[in-house]
């Protein structure tokens, strides 16, 4: 009798669409690997496609990329040679956009019909994405959609929409030179 109750218990489990422990185990493992795959996506800067494969993939290719010149630096330490040829040699590896973004920073606003974007890249520095969304909220403009990349520098791009009122009073080059300022830079950007 005792067999049969137990029978009768597990069968309403089922029918009141409990899931099995298994079934919670998996969904809890499969959560785990995305996590762990979007963090990944969000370290390593070259992701071709968005797939668990590709991802693997390039993250490889991007640790060995990272070996490479950790053992070009300490091939470098260890020949010693002069300050100047040991900078030559690191930039050498370094791709010219990556030199650019390093060597000046870039500030760019511009208008469209209903929108402002906004591409900035230049030097990181503690508190400068806080002090950016700051300042363009006292600029009256509103962040639709952005993104942002702090890996070797600080970069943004931003959609922005303002009020009609607004697109009057502040100038694309008073946006940009607000933002110049917030970023560090003294004078005025060219």
Do not use: W
């Amino acid at each position: 009798m005792g067999l049969c109750v137990e029978r009768n218990s597990r069968a309403s489990k089922k029918l009141q669409g409990q899931p099995s422990k298994n079934l919670m185990a998996e969904r809890r493992r499969r959560k785990r690997l995305n996590d762990r795959l979007s963090m990944l996506r969000s370290i390593v800067p070259k992701i071709s496609k968005m797939d668990r494969t590709s991802i693997l993939g390039d993250t490889i290719d991007y640790m060995k990329e990272l070996l490479d010149r950790i053992n070009n630096l300490q091939h470098g330490i260890e020949e010693g040679g002069s300050d100047q040829l040991n900078v030559m040699r690191l930039t050498k590896d370094m791709k010219p956009n990556e030199m650019l973004v390093r060597n000046s920073p870039k500030f760019d606003v511009q208008r469209r019909n209903v929108d402002t974007r906004i591409e900035i890249c230049c030097a990181g520095k503690p508190g400068l994405l806080l002090s950016t969304v700051t300042t363009l909220e006292a600029l009256g403009l509103e962040i639709q959609q952005c993104v942002i990349s702090c890996f070797n520098d600080f970069a943004m791009q931003a959609s922005c929409s303002e009020g009609l009122d607004q697109r009057t009073l502040v100038t694309s080059e008073d946006m940009k030179q607000a933002l110049f300022r917030n970023a560090g830079y003294g004078g005025r950007c060219l």
